[in-house]
């Protein structure tokens, strides 16, 4: 039987759903699994978790020092979590609020020096990929950031105003009328769109498996199927066993630093429960569309697109001619629980779907192959950490709110700076030390959550109806979450 679906009309289904993600299943499944930790070892730095952030860390551990005996421990296999289902902008995007930042000790300048850094690091990692011979589709065709409806393009002109204050010129983001929006791709409804060019598409699990192969290859070990139940601070001694520690049921790492890099996934360690919110996205991916689909649409450059909804879409064109659309479905699941291997609600897809269809009528009637959804790591106030406690040897990295394709290469950069205690242009980023409160404890987690996110989908509405500012109920919902823009 055929469900109806959101907006009328039978329900839009996925060929499949789950198996981690649709980019495992386009580069031939998931690579063979690594052995788990073979017992208790000691090591000189430890990292507990093996996405983007773990594996750039040991990346660059190795890279400044390579004589480092650095260890791996993954609780499913390398790219497993976010890392292997995002949207694959490898974008500049800074994750958190400028405002925020510069409350620090660095104040405006560390903040001007983060976006710079950001920047950067989207050559840096396709400097890498270069490098260590991975092929990870990388295509830099910078960022569009589309308004469908008048507020949203009120939402633009302001967003550009506060980019031009923080000192972002023509070079790094330029308005784009709707005439040239539609020379490079026909959005439905496209009334303009912010561009900026620090901004690249990858193949996700491409990526993380190249960079898996390349930390490897340095020497690094990575143990898989290998979950760390606990980590325990070291003592602050000399001896042998006062490091701390990360435990497993098949032993433990003692090592002079722990490096926690478990976003999404941190809740499920003790005494991490309130650390990181585990927020969902969902995504979709087509058939590989006609030449005809394409010639109506355009989108040649490859450019990483996304909408200015509240409830916002991002969307890629792959390299085989195919378009991934994500979004939020249910945003957060009671008591910080996970997705099983990424398998998406019924709804989300239809939802997902219709977006698509909207945004770009010539995919409308396309096959949905995919569907999946992950967890990204939010922290109560929406900014990026990086730290290290000498004292205990305890370090992490994180927070990225959805922004963390380029942002983990340079935060597991400046991890490994910290932990050779050396300064570096890295050291003094803003994130750097920063602390955010905790998430409070359930129900008024999942209240507070899904309170906002039916402001944000009400907002949505109302501004769909052609409504000419943005509405005061997002407005609220930015109140009360925090949310920067
Ligand atoms: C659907 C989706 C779309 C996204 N799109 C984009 C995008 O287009 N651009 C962008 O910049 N960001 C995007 N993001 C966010 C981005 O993917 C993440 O910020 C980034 O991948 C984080 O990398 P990570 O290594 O910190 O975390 P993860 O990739 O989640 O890695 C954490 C790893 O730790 C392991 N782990 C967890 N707990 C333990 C434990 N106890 N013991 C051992 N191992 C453990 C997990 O198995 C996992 O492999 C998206 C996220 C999602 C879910």
């Known amino acids: 039987m055929r469900m109806p679906g959101t907006s009328g009309g039978p329900r839009l ?82 994750p958190g609020s400028r405002d925020r930042y510069a409350r620090g000790p660095g104040g405006r300048d560390a903040v001007l020096d983060l976006q710079r850094q950001l920047r950067e690091t989207v050559d840096e990692v396709a400097r890498v990929c270069a490098a260590e011979g991975i092929d990870a589709d990388l295509v830099k065709g910078g960022e569009l950031s589309v308004a469908t409806t008048p507020a949203q393009l009120g939402r633009l002109h302001e967003e550009l105003l506060s980019d031009r204050e923080w000192g972002l010129g023509e070079k790094e983001v330029q308005f784009l009328g709707q005439a040239e929006l539609s020379a490079r791709v026909r959005v439905a409804n496209g009334l303009g769109a912010l561009y900026s060019p620090d901004c690249a598409r990858i193949q996700p699990a491409k990526l993380v498996t190249g960079l898996a192969d390349a930390v490897e290859r340095s020497g690094v070990e990575i143990y898989e199927a290998t979950p760390v139940t606990r980590i325990v601070p070291g003592s602050g001694g000399a001896g042998p066993d006062t490091g701390p520690r990360a435990c497993t049921v098949f032993g433990d790492v003692t090592a002079r630093f722990v490096l926690r890099a478990t976003e999404g996934f941190t809740a499920r360690l003790p005494g991490q429960r309130r650390t990181l919110l585990p927020m969902n996205s969902s995504m979709i991916v087509t058939e590989p569309l006609s030449e005809a689909a394409w010639q109506e649409i355009g989108w040649a450059g490859r450019e990483a697109i996304g909408d200015s909804a509240h409830v916002y879409m991002y969307a890629q064109r792959t390299e085989d001619g195919r378009i991934a659309i994500g979004g ?137 109806q052609g409504a000419d500012r943005t509405s005061p109920l997002a407005r609220i919902g930015d109140r009360i979450s925090g949310i920067p823009h």
């Open 328 to 464: 939020r479905g249910i945003p957060y699941r009671f008591g910080s629980t996970l997705d099983h291997r990424g398998t998406t609600q019924p709804e989300t897809v239809d939802t997902l779907g219709r977006i698509l269809g909207r945004l770009f009528p010539a995919a409308a009637g396309a096959r949905i192959d995919h569907a999946w959804c992950g967890v990204l790591g939010v922290p109560r106030d929406w900014c990026a950490t990086v730290t290290l406690d000498r004292a205990s040897g305890l370090g992490a990295a994180g927070g990225y709110t959805g922004h963390g394709v380029a942002a983990s290469n340079l935060a597991g950069h400046t991890l490994a700076d910290l932990v050779a205690g050396e300064p570096t242009p890295r050291t003094a980023l803003p994130w750097v030390g920063h602390r955010a409160r905790t998430w409070e404890p359930e129900p008024l987690r999942w209240t507070g959550v899904h309170g906002l996110y039916t402001l944000y989908r009400a907002a949505d509405r109302i501004e769909d």
């Open 13 to 94: 289904t996925a060929e499949h759903n789950g198996d981690v993600s649709f980019w495992w299943r386009a580069r031939g499944g998931f690579p063979p699994r690594r052995p788990s930790l073979p017992g208790s070892l000691t090591a000189d730095v430890c990292i507990v978790g093996g996405g983007f952030t773990g594996l750039w860390t040991a990346y660059y551990l190795k890279q400044s020092q390579p004589g480092l005996r650095v260890v791996v421990l993954e609780a499913a296999f390398a790219g497993f979590g976010a890392s292997g289902r995002n949207g694959g902008w490898l974008t500049s995007a800074l």
